[in-house]
């Protein structure tokens, strides 16, 4: 198919209604895959309910291993690593960069590097639509690898069931998760908040994409909590020739959908889910259009 449309939706920080977006816009919209590719916080499972299907591991960066039969305490590695990782008797595998200085220090052959399992694939099917996500170990360290690898799974969904969208929980910041999930994407749209952090953090958003000529979109959450913050963010978007979305109200029922694990507009049909609704209409037509 070649056709597929995907749309990545990202934020400044964590918090700023991001995932109750994307769990939106996954149940209002049709013939759509799913891909949290939020890696660090993959809590979109969460509201999507998926049963997974398949799944596998993902093996992150190298690190020293030691072969304790072989090791003599001679100390050499200690006094190699620049990381302070290795002692004669302990390893700290957070500090290990995998350099192999080490390794070749060892005078016994005592150490090697390997790579490590750090998260989990998975793909599956919710009541939205299919759906690919990953899971990090706890100590495991983001990685645009793992961004890119769940948007590959996510686009084998969308061909083997020939659908034609696939919407993205992008990873908050601008990290290299953040540009694995935006790169080649047809759409971004910033979700932000009418703070002047978030107004900030959205206009670095911009610039990133921006910068990889990406057509993009805001989403203003809690419009109401400062008008003036918000009448800024309009002049802004305006200027920068900006579509506004939708304009998303203050309401606590939100927080309610977010505790009974459902999106937005699933739980209720409040001010905050009616302007969901609206901003998914007005994104719907805009990805028709590209
Ligand atoms: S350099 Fe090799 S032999 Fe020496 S303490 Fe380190 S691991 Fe053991
Ligand atoms: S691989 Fe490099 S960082 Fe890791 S323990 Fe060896 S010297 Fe230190």
């Known amino acids: 198919m070649s056709d597929l449309k995907q749309v990545t939706i990202v934020s400044g920080k964590g918090g700023t209604g991001k995932t109750t977006t994307v769990?939106?816009?996954?149940?209002?919209?049709?013939?759509?895959?799913?891909?949290?590719?939020?890696?660090?916080?993959?809590?979109?499972?969460?509201?999507?309910?998926?049963?997974?299907?398949?799944?596998?591991?993902?093996?992150?960066?190298k690190i020293a291993v030691r072969d304790w039969d072989k090791c003599t305490g001679c100390g050499m590695c200690e006094r190699h690593c620049r990381f302070n990782a290795i002692t004669v008797d302990d390893f700290d595998e957070l500090a290990c960069e995998g350099c192999g200085m080490c390794v070749v220090a060892c005078?016994?052959?005592?150490?090697?590097?390997?790579?490590?399992?750090?998260g989990t694939w998975y793909t599956g099917v919710s009541a939205y639509g299919p759906m690919a996500h990953?899971?990090?170990?706890?100590?495991?360290?983001?990685?645009?690898?793992?961004?890119?690898?769940?948007r590959q799974k996510a686009e084998n969904l969308a061909y083997e069931n020939e659908l034609p969208l696939i919407v993205i929980d992008g990873p908050p910041g601008l990290g290299?998760?953040?540009?694995?999930?935006?790169?080649?994407?047809?759409?971004?749209?910033?979700?932000?908040?009418?703070?002047l952090s978030g107004i900030h953090d959205m206009?670095?958003?911009?610039?990133?994409i921006n910068?990889?000529?990406?057509?993009?979109?805001?989403?203003?959450?809690?419009?109401?909590?400062?008008?003036?913050?918000?009448?800024?963010?309009?002049?802004?978007?305006?200027?920068?020739?900006?579509?506004?979305?939708?304009?998303?109200?203050?309401?606590?029922q939100v927080t309610d959908a977010l505790s009974a694990k459902q999106p937005?507009?699933?739980?209720?049909?409040g001010p905050a889910s009616q302007a969901m609704r609206a901003a998914w209409e007005r994104t719907a037509e805009l990805i028709a259009e590209l």
């Open 23 to 61: 769990a939106s816009f996954a149940a209002l919209g049709s013939n759509k895959v799913i891909a949290d590719c939020d890696v660090d916080a993959s809590n979109l499972y969460l509201l999507m309910h998926p049963q997974d299907t398949e799944q596998g591991e993902f093996v992150g960066a």
């Open 107 to 118: 005078p016994t052959d005592a150490l090697r590097l390997e790579p490590v399992v750090v």
């Open 134 to 150: 990953a899971r990090l170990l706890p100590a495991g360290e983001s990685s645009g690898r793992l961004v890119t690898l769940v």
């Open 176 to 195: 290299c998760t953040t540009t694995a999930a935006l790169t080649e994407t047809d759409l971004a749209v910033v979700v932000t908040e009418p703070s």
């Open 203 to 208: 206009e670095r958003q911009i610039e990133l």
């Open 211 to 252: 910068h990889f000529d990406l057509n993009a979109a805001v989403i203003i959450n809690k419009h109401d909590i400062n008008m003036e913050n918000t009448e800024h963010l309009r002049a802004w978007c305006a200027r920068e020739g900006l579509p506004i979305l939708g304009e998303i109200p203050w309401d606590p």
């Open 264 to 269: 937005l507009v699933e739980h209720n049909d």
